[in-house]
């Protein structure tokens, strides 16, 4: 099959392929970043989108079952008897109305993908599944990432449940949750917690997987992205195969931005679809180094000769500054996102804007997100709050069919819940006022009752 599927570099004057096999995850000629690569012309493509309706009746199949494996034939870079899944991709699309209101929108417009259904609580099983797939391809021995939290918590649920492989995690010190952490140490991973943030993290483990031969599953692995493309599968397959017109997703290291609009422009070319949804990026203002460079600073894609210079003299001013990103969504706390170049390509593809939202807004929409029935952590909710932002710009008519991307699950940071829904909205000032956070718009306080059953049943009366 390696011949069909290869690596090559996505900078068009480049275009160097490398072997399938290889794990080095960069370009040997130019340093760039790599794609997972397919021969279109030799592989059997599906006619149609429908094809993929028909494995729900072979579920009893595992590779079917899963809701990333079964769209395989989209991304045919290992043979089915290696597939590793456990049952990932499972997830929901639902509609919205509730939130539709609260961003401005007309009912049954707005749609959420609720990815906190997968067997770690977050959209990276996705992802997981096809590089720990193509670790096994490879016979490699060990896997280490670094991690705000989530990737970590999927590599070692994998590893776990596969006992294929030895997780090693490597942790910043300081804000990761303990829904996260608590994942990590359960499922047996060796977790390396280094004094840093999660920046410092991802530059010490390429180092030392480099050293050492082990697997990296950072989202620069490109085999991640390609098991990220089925949360848009399985989104249109929900719509009845018609296309969005938008899509909202969170922007962390830019992974899920990157492969979505890989996929687009694959249903594109291979006939698939025809026509692009648009992408909205949402950054957390305490981690906005692709919103500034985009909306700011213009950079864009401009055919693979995005100007380096740009965003290497970005990049150096935050060095120099020592700045660190900050921000209460933790899964989005990064200010050097790996994939950002395959980002601009996406959203160049898919005339893409970028937002930025602070975290009182984010906590907002979440308090809104879970009193519609999805809990989610803060960083998913930064995508409600950059649609509610873009609906009062008027870049997103309240007629258009929008779908929000819930990377992560609701009890993977229950610190941040309790601390919002804990406040006292008027003489607000405590754990959330010294992160910064403006105002707490939904808190829904514990009512505080003597132990008597009178006045017990005078509260229940009062508040129900
Ligand atoms: C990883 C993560 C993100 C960021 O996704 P990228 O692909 O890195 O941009 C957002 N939300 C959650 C819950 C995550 O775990
Ligand atoms: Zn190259």
Redesign the pocket.
Known sequence: MSDLAFQQCINPRCRATVDLADTSFRCPACGGLLDVAYDWDRLPVPTSLRHFEGKWATRTDPLDFSGVWRFRELFPFAPDERVMTIGEGQTLCQRADGVAAYVGMRPGCLYLQYEGMNPSG???DNGMTAAFTHARTVGARRAACAS????SASLAIYCAATSLMRAVIFIGSGKISYGKLSQALDYGALTVQIAGDFDDALRRVQEISRQLGIYLVN?VNPFRLEG?KTIMFRILEALRWEIPDWIV??????????SFGKAFAELRDLGLIDRNPRLAVVNASGADTFYQLYERHGLRWNGGDFDRAKLDAYMKAMDVGDLRADTLAS??E?NR?V?LPKALRALDQCGGVVREVSDTEILDAKARVGAGGLGC?P??AASVAGLLKLVKEGIIAPSDRVVCVL??HLL?DPDATVAYHSSDPKTFDEKLGKRGVKRVAFANRAVQVPNDLNEIIKAIELYA
């Not at 705000?148 to 990737?151: A, K, S």
């Not at 997703?249 to 990157?258: A, F, I, K, R, W």
């Open positions: 977050s959209f990276k705000t939290g989530n990737t989202s990220q997703v969170p922007g962390g290291n830019l992974g899920n931005v990157s899964a989005i990064i996102p994939n952590e960083a998913s990377t992560g993977k």
